[in-house]
């Protein structure tokens, strides 16, 4: 089974840029379905991108046209690219990669926009 470690989060000015990334071990990560999500203070956790195996995507309203998300199976690894950020991003991200309705998750990676 797969197993996903986060990174990228940080602090950042409001209109800032980060790019995250979820980095998986075991094999045959391009079997599964990732995608993204992230859980604000005092908010329900929520999905902000997904990709598929082929590579389509799928974004939440909130973050289209700010938010890419992408893959390289070469190296086992999911990204978010993350521009124009906002405060209301505030948020700790998680990667999710999803098999045959068996789900794993990763532990999460903080994002703090602020000036």
């Known amino acids: 089974q797969v197993q996903l470690v986060e990174s990228g989060g940080d602090l950042v000015q409001p209109g800032g840029s980060l790019r995250l990334s979820c980095s998986a071990s075991?094999?045959?990560?391009?079997?599964?379905?990732l995608s993204w999500y992230r859980q604000g203070p005092g908010k329900e956790r929520e999905l902000v991108a997904g990709?598929?195996?082929?590579?389509?995507?799928n974004y939440a309203d909130s973050v289209k046209g700010r938010f890419t998300i992408s893959r390289d199976n070469a190296k086992n690894t999911v990204y978010l690219q993350m521009n124009s950020l906002k405060p209301e991003d505030t948020a700790v991200y998680y990667c999710?990669?999803?098999?045959?309705?068996?789900?794993?998750w990763g532990q999460g990676t903080q994002v703090t926009v602020s000036s």
């Open positions: 999710k990669a999803v098999f045959m309705g068996n789900a794993v």
């Open positions: 075991g094999s045959r990560f391009s079997i599964y379905a």
């Open positions: 990709i598929t195996r082929s590579s389509n995507t």
